[in-house]
């Protein structure tokens, strides 16, 4: 299983990665490792909004009807309009970032709806490890972060949400807290990719995510195709909705999901040095594209095909090679009403859980004082237990990382955790995964 999670590109770049250093384009200055991220200084003067909790829930969790939050919408762009690049805010995060660290690649052209031009592209060679072209997950540029796209130990199923919070314009009998509610009545916590022109509008749905120990990430201010974005228009959609998730909830996210999963290597490194992992999937239930407010004309019966194929494959014994990150959405009543019938069918089969927690991530934000429970037996803890504890446990049944590139070695002296749970625990992967390769072929030989 193991084996599978590395490339023979990887495997390649791993060994030769410190001589590569300028060899991917005469105009660029190619890091020979991934660089060290750091908490956003460009956030820091963001004053969130008073009354959220502070930490992790411990115990129940609140639910019924939402609280006002105390919001004010005047400093942020229209909501689902590509916000402009020449506001100070964003010019400071463009000026903040080391553009040498993004490979020179041609922007995409896109239409509506996640239809971007591939015409001319080389998928065979897939320079720039374009998901939307071939499904690449993992860079062979030695500077740019693996993705997040499934859980590492088979039968556990990552549980991600796109697209909310459901604001109650939108569908209000299935707006928040309704998905919310339902998961604490079935004490299940996911991972909320929010776009933040709906943080903007729904503010209150937004922390009572946090409050309920959902792990929330970003998933861009307008949802457009961002290969299609220029580099500003890309650092523009992360700001805002990083900023907005920030202001509200108080917290920065530290992963965010590509809009269609449009994502390449010049998109990668630019979330990756605005604080984020990006995170994919593995199995996508389509549920968008039912019937519903936003949504398509495909049969509610095919997306429950879906999960009933996986429940059957995990339930036969076939679905053995890897966990899954699974996605679905609070868009409409298609998806919510979808969301509530299959839950309980696959908490039977799978253990579900948010993404962040089958990858052992204990900080998915750079406020450390927020801890989640992770998968190697690690539990949640409250803030004072953790504070300045800079160890990162090594994922279930490995021994730790000792790459010496690891950001835990590179990084220093910021507010927050410097290091990279997200990385870190890719990485002892991918160190084992090496390792096992190289023993592989001692015994063949
Ligand atoms: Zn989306």
């Keep these: 299983m193991l084996l599978r999670l590395i490339a023979p590109t990887t ?165 928040e807290p309704r998905l919310y509610d339902f998961l604490a009545e079935h004490k299940q916590k996911a991972s909320l990719f929010y776009i933040g022109s709906n943080v903007i509008a729904a503010p209150a749905a937004a922390r009572r995510a946090l409050a309920d120990g959902h792990t929330l990430c970003s998933h861009t201010w307008s949802h457009p195709s961002m290969t299609a974005q220029s580099n500003e228009v890309v650092v523009a959609e992360l700001y805002w909705t990083l900023r907005a998730i920030k202001e509200v909830t108080g917290v920065t996210a530290k992963c965010w999901r590509p809009p269609y999963g449009d994502v390449d290597d010049r998109v990668r490194a630019i979330a990756w040095q605005m604080g984020m992992t990006t995170v994919t999937w593995d199995l996508d239930t389509d549920d968008w594209n039912m019937p519903g407010s936003g949504g398509g004309h495909l049969s509610p019966s095919v997306v429950d095909g879906y999960f009933q194929g996986w429940i059957d494959s995990r339930a036969n014994g076939t679905d053995n090679a890897t966990g899954h990150v699974v996605l679905q959405h609070e868009l409409n009543n298609s998806t919510v009403s979808m969301a509530e019938k299959w839950l309980p069918e696959i908490q039977k089969v799978f253990r579900v859980m948010p993404h962040n927690q089958c990858h052992n991530i204990q900080n998915p934000y750079w406020e450390t004082n927020f801890v989640y429970p992770t998968n190697n037996g690690s539990s949640a803890a409250i803030p004072e237990q953790q504070n300045n504890n800079s160890s990162v446990p090594a994922a279930s049944g490995e021994v730790a990382s000792s790459d010496p590139s690891s950001p835990s070695s590179l990084s220093s002296g910021q507010d927050t955790d410097m290091t990279s749970n997200a990385y870190r625990t890719i990485a002892t992967h991918t160190y084992v995964s090496t390792l096992l390769l190289f023993l592989g072929l001692i015994v063949q030989y």
């Design 11 to 175: 495997f390649l770049s791993l060994l030769v990665g410190s001589f590569l250093v300028g060899a991917q384009n005469a105009t660029e200055t190619i890091e020979a490792s991934i660089p060290p991220q750091s908490s956003p200084v460009w956030l820091s003067n963001i004053q969130p909004i008073p009354g959220n909790t502070d930490s992790y829930p411990l115990g129940d969790v609140p639910t019924g009807p939402l609280e006002t939050a105390p919001f004010a919408l005047q400093n942020y762009p229209p909501g689902w309009k590509s916000p402009p690049v020449d506001s100070p805010d964003v010019q400071a995060v463009i000026k903040a970032l080391d553009w040498s660290q993004v490979p020179n690649i041609t922007v995409r052209k896109a239409g509506k709806g996640g239809d971007v031009d591939m015409g001319g592209y080389d998928d065979k060679a897939d320079p720039d490890c374009w998901w939307t072209a071939t499904g690449c997950t993992q860079s062979t540029r030695p500077n740019i972060p693996p993705d997040i796209f499934n859980c590492p130990i088979p039968g556990d199923w990552g549980l991600t949400y796109d697209d909310g919070p459901l604001p109650e314009d939108d569908d209000s009998q299935w707006a």
